[in-house]
């Protein structure tokens, strides 16, 4: 009988906890898991070749990877473009001669790759798209073509599909005058087909005024289709996000973003809260509310207010959007599938059959159930709403991590010489890119400091990070800590500073400098190895428990070949194993120190492509972030 009870009471246990874990599970996480089993890989119809649709689904599962860590979608990504994109660099369908601009958006997925994985084959694809961009066909004042077949015009689709990708090669390969290109095309777009009464942009302008569709007068189309001014705000706060903050333009791109707001609040349905297909006629017959361009301005107006980039007042109305969407649009299914009705299948002007752009083209298109555009545009909605969700109680923070006692460089594919290991921007399995997810999601800006330390240039952190200082084998000249950076930093931490240590093992970290600095707090890194991981990552492993002040949701961890700790008052032992102490803290005067003896938050422990689903490396780094947020002082008001 106590048998049969304790059976029962585990089976309860058992779906109590499936139960928990299903409604723990993010909408943009399940509609995610409903794409990848409708489009399994890309031998399918729907993506036997290169197609922007394509691209616009894989930008969502990179957004929905980014926040959870969940390797899954990072898998699905990468499966999808490699059935499309050879050893040698060769993209299956492409043809750069056709000077589509459609061809490019995809190129976010392979950035994605490149960035994460190095591999050759993407960069050469990547480079593929990057030449078709110096050739493509432009208007006489230099916007781009959106196509060869569609002479003199640029249409708002374009400026998604181009310029986000551009923006990020633009970062990436560190080639900044192309900003200056890409801003041009917002600017001229904007310049040429917005309507001064309603705000809003036309879907296309003929410079030749030729088109059967065009203005004699202005060369725009005759109406406000939805997606389009979607494409068109989707591409302005993604560019945003890479344009440098003191380019002269930037300014100039927030002004038309906010204008956009403006106008996509005023035609937002008060009733339902989302979108029309054709955005100015509500009350015409035949008009209906879409999915996808509802999609769009909340990815549009979420990101845009988180980022900063719009006023605070544009989270209600993404708000409201997002709630109409889900309302409207999202649908269960009774295989458990959760699916994006209501989206136009496409939605174009010229070509052959004709189109003419007008209300009643516009309202006869096909609309369909989970088309991979609009799902894509959803999970990046959903996404964003999500990360909204999360406390920002780092906001007005600055988290500084150091390249100065760890700066290390390397070629990278285009022969340039590179900051690398352990920067904020680098997705590889040696960056901290996750880490640096982390901060920002919780409002804290992240920023580097590649100078000596000093009490003048550390005023304006918060937070200041430390991570693997160079050996003579890593550098050929080293920055050591000396007496002069150790009493400058802990001044600063005296003050109300929050340092973090994550140092090495011996022989892979400069433990003998860095314990000048450690000692101003009672730690010192021994000079030692523990937790050696061959093939066999168990060795690695480490239970945080159950009541730990900062680890309270990754209780399962791995730190690998780590330096054990000494402490001495002030400094305690954070956590133990055994006689060993693995993580320590201080409080020093106003503020805290944190120190570990490895990079532990690099993001091969963090992203979930290498460690088991069952590790919580990110979830311990969520937990590190949310308690540093807290030891930073009350600002003086």
Known sequence: MKKNTLKRSIVLLFLLGTAYSLRAQSLSEKVAKTAMKVWPDTSSTKFARWSYDQGVLLEGMAGVWKRTADAEYYRYIQKSIDKLVDNEGKITGYKAEDSNIDNIKTGRSLLLLYRVTGQEKYYKALSQLRGQLKNQPRTTEGGFWHKKVYPNQMWLDGLYMGEPFYAEYASVFDEPSDFDDITKQFILMEKHARD???????????????????????????????????????????????????????????????????????????????????????????????????????????????????????????????????????????????????????????????????????????????????????????????????????????????????????????????????????MDNNGFYFFKCAFNYRGVKTATLYAAPTTANLKGSDIYIIVDPDTQKETDKPNYVNQQDATAIAEWVKAGGVLVLLANDVGNCDLEHLNILAGKFGIRFNEDSRNKVTTDLTTGDFQMPANDPIFKTGKKVHIKEISTLKVTPPAVAEFTDGKDVIIATAKYGKGSVFAVGDPWFYNEYTNGRKIPADYQNYEACQDLVNWLIKQVPAKAK
């Open 196 to 426: 001064p009464k309603t705000g809003l942009l036309y879907h296309g302008w003929d410079e030749s005024k030729q088109q059967k569709w065009a203005n004699k007068t202005t060369g725009t189309s005759p109406n406000f289709w939805g997606r389009a001014m979607g494409w068109y705000g989707m591409a302005l706060v993604d560019v945003l996000e890479y344009l440098p903050e003191n380019h002269p333009q930037r300014k100039a791109l927030l002004d038309i973003l906010n204008r956009f707001a403006a106008a996509v609040q005023k035609y937002e349905d008060p009733k339902s809260g989302v979108w029309y297909q054709v955005l100015d006629k509500a009350t015409e017959k035949g008009n209906y509310l879409e999915s996808s361009a509802s999609s769009m301005f909340v990815y549009t107006l979420a990101k845009g207010t988180r980022l900063g980039y719009l006023p605070e007042k544009y989270k209600a109305v993404a708000k409201k959007g997002y709630d109409g969407t889900v309302k409207e649009f999202i649908e269960t299914d009774a295989s458990g599938n959760t699916n994006l009705k209501g989206t136009v299948a496409v939605a174009g002007l010229g070509g052959n059959p004709y189109r003419d752009g007008s209300f009643e083209y516009y309202t006869k298109e096909k609309v369909v159930t989970n088309d991979p555009k609009g799902v894509g545009a959803f999970l990046q909605a959903a996404n964003e709403m999500e990360l909204a969700e999360i406390p920002k109680a780092g906001k007005g923070q600055t988290a500084m991590l150091d390249s100065y006692f760890n700066n290390e460089h390397m070629k990278d594919v285009t022969g340039r010489t590179i900051s690398f290991h352990y920067k904020w921007d680098e």
